[in-house]
């Protein structure tokens, strides 16, 4: 069955730490990887995206993403993240079926 | 060139009442979809639309709800009688269509019933 799996609902950095939101899916060929972030009350921004080719992508705001076959795993990662980076994220796929299935989401929270 | 475009973006019904959600898509862009977001959780597809065609509904309940996207006008997502477990944010995402994959969203609607 095709699904995705967002392990931590919650985590806590303090700023200036790194940081990495874990995500999996289960499918049997390589789907298309997106996260996407909200902020409270607003709806969802593109953060990177992954079709294919380098399997490490950079995004907007200091993200990055590595794409790993063998783990069935596209984790995202910042090196240091500001307080402004508190919200919610998103791991969604892209299956082939014309339509994104979202994970439940990672709720980040920064303390200073 | 505008972003996807929902209203309104915040409506309240009692129970009993009809529910109509509006979304228009980015310029360019023939594809829609709608997703419903309950408290907590992440997002769920209820309908994927093309102009006047539903391609993919899998996702929609099977009574109450319906979804159009005219030739012309804003796609509406329809829900009629609403129940307390209505209470959700919606929304819409709209693509070109092309290999590009990527879906683009609206801030949404938020929907509480009473």
């Known amino acids: 069955a095709q699904s995705v799996t967002q392990p931590d609902i919650h985590i806590t950095v303090s700023e200036g730490a790194s940081l990495e939101l874990r995500c999996n899916y289960s499918?049997?060929?390589?789907?298309?990887l997106f996260w996407y972030v909200q902020s409270p009350g607003q709806g969802l921004q593109l953060l990177l995206k992954?079709?294919?080719?380098?399997?490490l992508v950079q995004g907007i705001k200091g993200f990055e993403a590595e794409f790993k076959r063998s783990q069935s795993s596209f984790n995202l990662r910042k090196p240091s993240v500001h307080w402004s980076d508190a919200a919610e994220y998103f791991c969604?796929?892209?299956?082939?079926?014309?339509?994104?299935?979202f994970g439940t989401g990672t709720r980040l929270t920064i303390i200073p | 060139n505008a972003g996807v475009m929902q209203n309104p973006r915040h409506l309240v019904r009692r129970r009993g009442q009809e529910a109509r959600l509006r979304c228009s898509p980015m310029?360019?862009?023939?594809?829609v979809y709608w997703y419903r977001q309950l408290p907590e959780e992440g997002l769920k597809f209820m309908v994927y639309?093309?102009?006047?065609?539903?391609?993919?509904e899998s996702g929609m309940p099977k009574e109450r709800f319906s979804a159009e996207f005219p030739k012309e006008g804003p796609s509406i997502l329809r829900i009629q009688q609403v129940v307390r477990g209505d209470s959700a944010a919606y929304f819409c995402?709209?693509?070109?269509?092309?290999?590009?994959?990527?879906?683009?969203f609206g801030p949404g609607t938020r929907l509480t019933v009473t």
């Open positions: 639309l093309q102009k006047e065609n539903i391609i993919d």
């Open positions: 499918y049997g060929a390589t789907p298309y």
């Open positions: 969604a796929v892209y299956f082939g079926n014309e339509k994104l299935t």
């Open positions: 992954y079709f294919s080719g380098d399997t």
């Open positions: 310029k360019g862009h023939s594809h």
């Open positions: 995402a709209s693509s070109p269509g092309t290999s590009d994959y990527e879906q683009y």
